[in-house]
């Protein structure tokens, strides 16, 4: 069973719990509904079809599906788990000693899946995310602005991405290529 660290899954829970509508509820299995009854803790390993329904039910519901939004979220979410979880991976001042960190990122937060970076010049790289979901575009959309603003805190300039593989569009592999000055 593919599992994430409760770090990357709290925030989502704290916004399902904040809502009492009940905008979130068909989103959820009775099993997600269980486990985010109870405390999540940042350390802890939670299933990733808990966090994948949380995130997707909170995409819908929160950011109306807007992408965008999605992506300034993992800008956001990028500087608070570094800042605060994982401080000993910045790097700062030196944006390719932070890309070769973030293998060790994804070793923290997931226990599966693979991401792997390279650099393609002095300041353009290429990240790759495999044995991932690939139909999962939100997720690519939120990674896609947690290596933006990841590549910043370690001392990047006017950071720019873009997708050059996109799996949920049946590529086997989703591909971000980043550049900074």
Known sequence: ????????????????????TGAYDSYLTGQDREIISQRILASAWYPFETYKNCFNAVVQEAAKG?????????????????????????????PEGILRKLG?????????????GSLISDKKAMMTIRDFDPQFEAFYHLVRGWYERTLELGGAKNVRSQFVAKSWEGDPETSIELSWD
């Open 1 to 20: 069973m593919a599992r994430v660290k409760g770090s990357l899954l709290v925030d989502f829970v704290k916004g399902i719990r904040a809502d009492k």
């Open 104 to 116: 060790q990122i994804r070793n923290l937060l997931f226990d599966f899946g693979d991401f792997d």
């Open 66 to 94: 807007d992408m965008e939004v999605v992506r300034q979220w993992g800008r956001t979410y990028a500087e608070s788990i570094l800042k605060n979880v994982y401080k000993n991976i910045l790097v700062e001042d030196n």
